[in-house]
């Protein structure tokens, strides 16, 4: 079963779900209409009940975060803007949580570029196999954002607080290699390779027991930890509003976005 809501594609087969972000002409960057149709999507797969989940992008990138050019078109009222960040952080960081609290295995099959506040997407997975040349890089000191998608929330728990820092503080871009030696990613390979990465999980997942992955990953994602991580999203979309509407990150989206074109 192939399922097309636009700027999402949800695919059945196999036992898993596999959701696929569908914006490729804009390297799946992130606008509130693509969030809400995720979220849909996975509430869709939700009731599908699939041995796992499985999160990838068509075309070049996996997501390029936030759509820049989304920003400054609303940039001509502060609260157009603010309610445009608010309603595309706020629902990315819904995904985040639904991704979380997924009841199978999540996967990510890291086709591209990772950027921004998609990389949250990443960093919800159990598992992600990325492709060589693909690499994850915050921006935020280019542009003047403040972090979102977890990149405060959920990063330094996976590869400490001075490395969490570091990356952002100097806009580091973190290669796949180095993505897997810190742990970010559990497997690195060639493009075409990776669906048979993904797939040979796959196999391993459905010979299980599903209940048994299920269990496992509510009891490591349980309700406590859960509203952790959900207040120190609130922290970064409250700051992301802070920043965003500063003459200071006006003028760096559009700088960004000139040394670009």
Partial sequence: MTARTGQVVLEEGGGAVWVRLNRPGRHNALVPELVAELEAALDRAAEIKPAALVLTGNGASFSTGG??????????????????????????????LKLLSFPAPVLAAVNGPVTGGATGLVLAADMAAMAEHSFIQPYYSSVGFAPDGGWTALLPDRIGTAKTLQIQYLNERVTAAEAHALGLVSSVCPQPELKAVVEGWLNGLTAGSASTHAVTRANVWDAARLDTVRARLDQEKARFLELIVQPDTLAGMKAFLQRRA
Avoid at 71 to 87: E, I, M, T, V, W
């Fill in 67 to 96: 759509d820049l050019a989304g920003f400054l078109a609303h940039a001509g009222s502060r609260q157009a803007l603010l309610d445009y960040a608010d309603k595309l952080v706020g629902g990315l960081h819904e995904v985040v």
